[in-house]
């Protein structure tokens, strides 16, 4: 009986998430226009649908699984999590509005987009589309296996984890094809209705059924469990190398690459205006407070259900709920973790669908109008959905080693887009170089098992590396940025002074000329082909 209420719970939200999604199409225009309606909502997503799109990068099944899991099995470094993301919010300030800018003076819609047009190479785009693809698709199959994980155990066991892999992967491809990042900005406001909802009622739940009260809960932590509430945490792991060091490199590597991860472009680049991106950059930390209510459940849980080990220990909320709430219950909080992996897994398969839509195949006769570029990425979405089920289900341990390099990978290209969009001099070579060297130091020092090296972020020494032959390789080579084109064309250099007094003059322009459709996507607009650069290579 337990299981076929909550079923029925979970089944009824799933198919009120792919409505929405298919409202979604209908208020955007009916699913007509070009690669920039679907890819980044034409531009036009409002400060709320940005704030719960963009909160879609702090609650992911990491907030029910992954949260509580490190709570239980190490403590205080899981906090780095509420760090890193806070500090990135704050240079999200800066960073959002610029790209946002650059990408709407240019009619560009995709990281590997605006890379390829800074440098003027199709060819460098295409490269950073195969990178990112490669550093994504670990993070798709961690959703399908988060979502399968709850599903399988608000079932009561009822619904397999294989059937609940094939769930997560058909209701997400299903309404993002259909949809695109306005499908998941809507599904978004259900999400974090039941997010919001479900956390502030474990927060208050959990402490009293238990323990009678936070005193109670915390007077015990102290005085059993102060291992796990200061650093290096609690555990071999922990107190090998998860210390202070650890905590600030990692914090602050992963802050500076949250502003130039693909999926938090993609919610820069849907933006109405520059100001909704600045608005969401204060706020958005406040929204970071909730991250606390499973890491601190994660540590109450080892007092209900010690001994938990391995893949288990990331079961540790839902341990704590499952025998002890209705099934109804159990079945709206399976929904919110189902849905904290739908929206960002959507996200990441459409930043992978749109780069080589736009980047790689569009580099083909037949995929250069605006509607081709579109349906090579619908298919690629299909593709990458279904490659990350394939290894779920056959081969998942490579998706788990390329997990271990996947966001430190990614930091490697802050050199290549940030620098390259602020100083002209710096060139794709030099850039190339040191993604090379940056990628390849992390992968040697990840796989050689010297992550932390030193007690720091292998990713932040990899990415010293990175730039540092990126500057040596741009100082001894000649300058490829001056290629002719004007500074406007090449840089993003806009102060905050002027920004404020451009941006409503942006939106206006983006409501008119972009609002349904990207100029570029027409292939009869003047530069339409032209604006990754192709005459000049």
Not at 111 to 138: E, K, N, Q
Not at 171 to 187: E, I, P, Y
Not at 370 to 387: D, E, L, N, P
Not at 433 to 457: Q, R
Request: glycine share 16%.
């Amino acid at each position: 009986m337990n299981a076929s209420v909550a079923i029925a719970v979970f089944g009824f939200f799933m198919v009120g998430t792919v409505v929405l999604g298919l409202l979604a199409v209908r208020r955007g225009g009916g699913g007509g226009g070009g690669l920039a309606e679907w890819s980044v909502g034409g531009r036009s997503l409002g400060t709320v649908f940005i704030w719960v799109l963009m909160a879609g990068e702090s609650y992911t099944s990491f907030s029910y699984l992954g949260a509580a899991g490190w709570g239980y099995n190490y403590g205080a470094p899981v906090l780095y999590v509420v760090a890193y993301m806070s500090c990135g919010y704050a240079l999200g300030y800066l960073v959002g509005p610029m790209l946002w800018r650059y990408a709407r003076r240019h009619g560009l819609v995709g990281l590997s987009d605006i890379i390829a047009h800074r440098y003027g190479r199709p060819w460098a785009g295409a490269l950073v589309a195969v990178l990112v693809t490669v550093f994504l698709l670990p993070y798709i199959q961690l959703q399908i296996t988060g979502m399968g994980v709850v599903v399988s155990t608000i079932s009561y066991g009822a619904i397999s984890l294989h059937w609940g892999y094939f769930i997560a992967f058909a209701v997400t491809t299903g309404f993002v094809v259909v949809s695109g990042l306005r499908g998941s900005a809507w599904v978004s406001v259900l999400k974090d209705v039941l997010v919001i909802g479900t956390l502030g009622f474990l927060a208050v739940y959990v402490p009293l059924h238990y323990f009678g009260g936070y005193g109670p809960l915390l007077d015990r932590l102290v005085a059993e469990k102060g291992e796990w509430l200061t650093l290096p945490g609690h555990g071999s792991a922990g107190g090998g190398g998860l210390g202070a060091g650890w905590f600030v490199s990692t914090s602050l590597l992963n802050a500076l690459t949250v502003v130039i991860f693909p999926t938090t472009v993609a919610g820069y680049l849907g933006a109405r205006d520059a100001d909704a991106l600045r608005r969401n950059a204060i706020w958005l930390p406040a929204y970071n407070v909730l991250l606390f209510v499973p890491m601190l459940l994660g540590m109450a849980a080892l007092f209900v259900v010690p001994g938990l080990s391995g893949a288990d220990s990331n079961l540790a909320l839902f341990r704590l709920v499952v025998d002890s709430l209705p099934a109804w219950a159990v079945g709206l909080i399976g929904v919110a973790a189902a849905l904290s992996s739908i929206v960002p897994m959507a996200v990441f398969m459409l930043v992978i669908g749109t780069m080589w839509g736009r980047s790689v195949l569009s580099l083909l006769p037949r995929r250069r109008s605006g509607q081709g570029q579109k349906g090579a990425a619908q298919v690629v979405v299909v593709v990458a959905g279904g490659i990350a089920l394939g290894l779920t289900y056959g081969a998942p341990q490579t998706l788990v080693r390329l997990s271990l390099i996947s966001y430190e990978g990614m930091a490697q290209l802050l050199p290549l887009l940030l620098l390259g969009l602020v100083w002209r001099r710096f060139t794709l070579a030099g850039g190339v170089s040191g993604l090379v060297v940056g990628v390849a130091t992390v992968c040697a020092l990840v796989f050689s098992g010297h992550d932390p090296v030193w007690g720091t972020n292998a990713g932040l020494v990899a990415l010293a590396a990175n730039l540092a032959v990126a500057l040596a390789v741009t100082y001894a080579g000649e300058a490829d940025g001056l290629d002719g084109r004007p500074d406007g064309d090449v840089l993003a250099h806009d102060s905050l002074d002027s920004v404020s007094s451009l941006d409503s003059l942006d939106a206006e322009g983006a409501r008119g000329s972009l609002g349904s459709r990207d100029s570029r996507d027409s292939p009869d607009a003047p530069g339409a082909l032209d604006g990754l650069g192709s005459s000049r290579v």
